[in-house]
């Protein structure tokens, strides 16, 4: 199973392995209380894109479209690999610091991995 949640949000013993998927550490969180079993950043959106979308709902199916394109690459598809590994076996929580809950690249992730 894999589910997504904003890295401030409490850990909770349900989520599984907790992997941050930003590309940036989150500000204000420390590595203690972000409990994460991975931090993978060549699964993010590119600088570039992630600047293009700036969380504008308009651009969202846009941003989807291209930050799949983006997760076709030789390395985050090994990357995806582990996660869909884990998930196999137990529960992953893709966690993300995004404000916004409905349209950001976690939400394109998980519906990702869910359709590999």
């Known amino acids: 199973m894999i589910q997504i949640k904003r890295i401030y949000d409490p850990a909770e013993a349900s989520d599984g392995q907790r992997i941050l998927v930003d590309r940036i550490w989150?500000?204000?969180?420390?590595?203690?209380?972000?409990?994460?079993?991975?931090?993978?950043?060549?699964?993010?959106?590119?600088p570039s894109l992630r600047t293009w979308f700036g969380h504008r709902p308009e651009r969202f199916e846009a941003f989807k479209a291209r930050y799949e394109a983006e997760l076709s690459d030789e390395t985050a598809q090994a990357s995806l690999e582990k996660i869909r590994g884990w998930a196999a076996s137990g529960t992953v929580t893709l966690l993300y610091a995004a404000k916004d809950r409905q349209f950001n690249h976690a939400v394109v992730l998980k519906e990702y991995l869910e359709q590999m």
């Open 26 to 46: 989150p500000r204000g969180v420390t590595k203690e209380k972000a409990q994460i079993a991975a931090w993978m950043r060549e699964i993010t959106p590119s």
